[in-house]
């Protein structure tokens, strides 16, 4: 049961360069969506997808892109990496019920050189 | 807009002691509430939810957490902490998408 999946785990960036971050989910879950967590900041919203097909901005979507590429997938996209983009990402699933419980992945490692 | 404040940034707690995390919440509706926990280089598993009913919820791992409404509280406790216990523990609101609180980091001396 591999609930969310998200690749790679470690990644090393040059300033400037792009990446994909991936994320899938085998729960058939309608919702997904990408937290950034920063020391003592909590986990905070970049981008969520309520369904197939729409995506909406979160409180830090500056600097990203999303792709909901079906169901099952939804990626994370940094155009230009900046340092300040050092972080830890968490990509997360859940039906979109408030009450359902959000599913996380392991995170993805981030530094921006 | 939800928003959910943990006031304790860091609590160290001697193993076989009593833990209590505080939780604060703004919301304007009945909140959806949740407590996840995060060992270090891991993702977030949930420890217990509340939406209705019973305002003491129990959850694994031993830990149960009390909503109040009239304080706007959803504080999360354990009877008697294990070692294993050493984490982060988040608070959460949820209005269709989670709003966190910044987290307590837990510390368990022997």
Wanted: glycine content about 8%; hydrophobic content about 30%.
């Amino acid at each position: 049961n591999a609930g969310v999946t998200q690749t790679p785990k470690f990644q090393v960036l040059k300033t400037g360069q792009s990446m994909t971050l991936q994320c899938a989910q085998d729960m058939n879950h309608n919702s997904m969506y990408w937290y950034q967590q920063d020391p003592g900041m909590g986990l905070r919203l970049i981008y969520y997808s309520a369904s197939e097909g729409t995506t909406d901005k979160g409180e830090v979507p500056n600097g990203y892109n999303v792709s909901r590429l079906n169901k099952r997938e939804f990626s994370l996209r940094l155009e230009s990496a900046a340092p300040s983009q050092t972080s830890v990402y968490f990509c997360a699933s859940s039906n979109p019920d408030r009450g359902n419980t959000i599913y996380f992945g392991e995170g993805s490692w981030l530094t921006v050189v | 807009a939800q928003s959910v404040t943990q006031p304790d940034i860091h609590i160290t707690v001697s193993e076989g002691a009593s833990l209590e995390l505080r939780c604060n919440y703004s919301y304007g509706a009945t909140p959806y509430l949740f407590w996840y926990v995060q060992s270090p280089g891991q993702g977030l598993q949930l420890l217990l939810k509340y939406f209705s009913g019973d305002t003491l919820v129990q959850g694994i791992k031993g830990f149960e957490a009390e909503f109040k409404r009239s304080q706007s509280s959803f504080n999360l406790r354990k009877p008697s902490v294990h070692w294993s216990d050493a984490a982060e523990y988040f608070c959460a609101v949820n209005d269709y998408k989670l709003s966190f609180g910044a987290g307590t980091t837990v510390t368990v001396r022997a």
